[in-house]
């Protein structure tokens, strides 16, 4: 643990070198002008994205090259880290996909690093929660790409066996979702869901459906031991495993292993989850997906949120750094036909707002039994509650996958809660 917040202070300490180097050459030669770069890390997800979007762009650009790498997400964090902390652009890509999670750390600590995107990004074409991440002061340094848009996916037949219709699951709040777990269980035997003690992504869920977070608005100031949100979200997740309702997993393989082979009865979770649960064909026309459970008595609290999703975003001093702008422009800032195309494709649910008006969104979907998933998400994605990541999520929860295991041995939540808000501060010099 030491190490790793040790590495976010050496990396802050180089701040100032990212900000006094160009990295990049004026002499430029017209071939690399006319050739665009870009890293992302999904094969069958956000890089069939990018090869649709250099198809478009080929049709009136066909000088110029467009490569598409694909690079793990860990070796794309790596090599970031690596090369802004030493003042350099060489050997970096023109655009690279980045998760909305990270992003903040990285505009905040290289702040001159990243090209400004305001002039072919409008906010009111996208779902304005994604610029509470992509946006430093008035300036926009991202395309938003993938929604982490969250719905309830469940399995209509299991849900019926305990007694509840489709209008039942409807703008519910997680008490009642702990209601219907226990009569799932005690009429089917089936537990509710997956889940795994050392994965948070749930309780985040619950706090951005409240406009919380880890930290304040200012995405700095740690907000843990007073957080009723997350307190209300440990509380229920460690209702669900002490009361045996969940199928416990250690990894992503258990989960897909849950939902695939038909043990679970819902998945609360991502847009994007949509493809695993579609992997088992033979449970074609049993799944619906309803809106996310809100926060019980919490008047902020809507029914919907949001788990993952990352933008694209373009270096500066890079060569072809125009030419990879103008990319930006015409594909993924603007055109709705490719988010159409996506949605078909690769099951992308865009948070470009005309994308409701493509042939794809308004069409039903055969395997949830002809709902509008896409409408739908789209609908929900305009009631996330905007949210500061911040820059340390994931190191805060390397504290708190701990102090959750104390909670769920029976630890009083205060104290414990307590304790992770003056580890968080000391670890993040706050």
């Known amino acids: 643990m030491k190490k790793i917040f040790a590495g976010l202070l050496v990396a802050a300490s180089l701040i100032t070198l ?11 030669t017209a071939q690399e002008q006319d050739k665009v770069t870009i890293w992302a890390w999904d094969e069958t997800f956000n890089i069939r994205a990018a090869n649709e979007a250099k198809a478009i762009y080929a049709k009136d ?73 992509n946006k430093v002061d008035d300036k926009i340094y991202g395309v938003p790409f993938d929604s982490g848009v969250t719905g309830l996916f469940y399995r209509s037949d299991y849900l019926e066996e305990a007694g509840y219709t489709e ?6 709040n997680w008490d009642q979702f702990v209601e219907i777990a226990r009569d799932v269980k005690e009429k089917t035997g089936r537990p509710i869901m997956h889940l795994d003690p050392s994965d948070l992504g749930a309780a985040r869920v619950m706090m951005q459906s409240a406009g919380k977070w880890y930290t304040d608005q200012d995405g700095k100031t740690v907000t843990i031991n007073n957080n009723e949100a997350l307190k209300y979200g440990l509380n229920i997740l460690a209702t669900l495993i002490n009361e045996q309702l969940v199928e416990l997993v250690s990894d992503w393989d ?40 809100s926060i019980a008595n919490d008047a902020n609290s809507v029914n919907a949120s949001s788990l993952g999703g ?75 509650p905007s949210v500061n990541y911040g820059q340390d999520t994931y190191a805060i929860e390397s504290i708190l996958t701990e102090s959750f295991q104390e909670i769920i041995n029976g630890a009083d939540m205060d104290t414990v809660l307590d304790s992770a808000q003056k580890q968080v501060e000391s670890q993040l010099g706050n």
């Open 310 to 384: 990352a933008g694209w975003y373009l270096i500066k001093d890079v060569a072809g750094e125009e030419t990879a702008k103008d990319f930006l422009s015409i594909t993924f800032a603007t055109n709705k036909e490719l988010m159409g195309t996506l949605a078909e494709e690769i099951g992308l649910v865009s948070t470009m707002v005309a994308a409701q008006e493509t042939e794809q969104y308004q069409q039903g979907s055969e395997f949830y039994g002809g709902q509008k998933v896409f409408e739908d998400f789209s609908i929900w994605s305009e009631e996330i």
């Open 254 to 293: 258990g989960g897909v292993q849950a939902v695939q082979s038909g043990t679970v009865a819902t998945a609360p979770t991502g847009s994007w989850y949509s493809s695993t649960i579609k992997g088992a064909e033979d449970q074609s026309g049993k799944w619906r997906i309803a809106p996310i459970p």
């Open 18 to 28: 990212a900000g006094c180097s160009s990295g990049g050459s004026s002499d430029s």
């Open 167 to 172: 209008a039942d699951l409807e703008n519910i």
């Open 61 to 133: 650009n066909p000088d110029t090259t467009v490569e598409v790498v694909t690079m793990s997400q860990d070796d794309i964090v790596q090599k970031l880290n690596t090369s802004l902390a030493s003042g350099s652009t060489d050997g970096l890509p023109n655009i690279v996909l980045i998760e909305d999670y990270r992003i903040q750390g990285y505009l905040t600590s290289y702040p001159d690093a990243f090209g400004d995107l305001t002039d072919i990004v409008s906010e009111d074409d996208f779902s304005s929660y994604k610029f509470a991440v």
